[in-house]
T-cell receptor
Framework: QKEVEQNSGPLSVPEGAIASLNCTYSDRGSQSFFWYRQYSGKSPELIMS??SNGDKEDGRFTAQLNKASQYVSLLIRDSQPSDSATYLC??????????????WGLGTSLAVNP | EAGVTQFPSHSVIEKGQTVTLRCDPISGHDNLYWYRRVMGKEIKFLLHFVKESKQDESGMPNNRFLAERTGGTYSTLKVQPAELEDSGVYFCASSQGRVSTDTQYFGPGTRLTVL
């Protein structure tokens, strides 16, 4: 079993729709969760971080965390063609110390169609 | 403010040769990380520096890889001798190190091809 799992996609949504990206993780002790966006040939860019159960909203993006189910998701409202990219889920299990090692999923490719 | 920079952007070498990758973190960032993505695989953590000290090098594949961060500024990652399986994109990231929010900012990566 992979430590962090994501559907590879591609996930295709029409412009203006809600895109829902999902991620599960195996380490129940994981404490910190991150969503990065990566355009083709570019470096990963942090979109959202979440540390507590529940929802966290930032503009059109909402991250949802359910530690009991070991599940974290990213919702993108009013999807735009510029949101087309690969979305990477990353998890850290020992954030309280000085351990910042991120464990990554393979990423989900999102295509927003005009 | 300049972001994380990496050099070179691409490197093509033959098996058995040596390659040195360089990373310049964002100024003032004590934490520096190396990651690698092999085609078709997840991004994998290699190691983490806090200033000039290695905080965690659990991801280093073997002793052909040597990372340094003399003076706590830029870092180099040397692969000697390179093998075919070392091909991939090597990312460097840096962060300030605060516990509450510690965003890792990534550089553009170095694409290494070993022939």
């Amino acid at each position: 079993q992979k430590e962090v799992e994501q559907n590879s996609g591609p996930l295709s949504v029409p412009e203006g729709a809600i895109a829902s990206l999902n991620c599960t993780y195996s380490d129940r002790g994981s404490q910190s969760f991150f969503w990065y966006r990566q355009y083709s040939g570019k470096s990963p860019e942090l979109i959202m971080s979440i540390y507590s159960n529940g929802d966290k909203e930032d503009g059109r993006f909402t991250a949802q965390l359910n530690k009991a189910s070991q599940y974290v998701s990213l919702l993108i409202r009013d999807s735009q063609p510029s949101d087309s990219a690969t979305y990477l889920c990353a998890v850290n299990s020992q954030w309280a110390g000085n351990n910042r090692k991120l464990i990554w999923g393979l990423g989900t490719s999102l295509a927003v169609n005009p | 403010e300049a972001g994380v920079t990496q050099f070179p952007s691409h490197s093509v070498i033959e098996k058995g040769q040596t390659v040195t990758l360089r990373c310049d973190p964002i100024s003032g960032h004590d934490n520096l990380y190396w990651y690698r993505r092999v085609m078709g695989k997840e991004i994998k953590f290699l190691l983490h520096f806090v200033k000039e000290s290695k905080q965690d090098e659990s991801g280093m594949p073997n002793n052909r890889f040597l990372a340094e961060r003399t003076g706590g500024t830029y870092s180099t990652l040397k692969v000697q001798p390179a093998e075919l399986e070392d091909s991939g994109v090597y990312f460097c990231a840096s962060s300030q190190g605060r516990v509450s929010t510690d965003t890792q900012y990534f550089g553009p990566g170095t694409r290494l091809t070993v022939l």
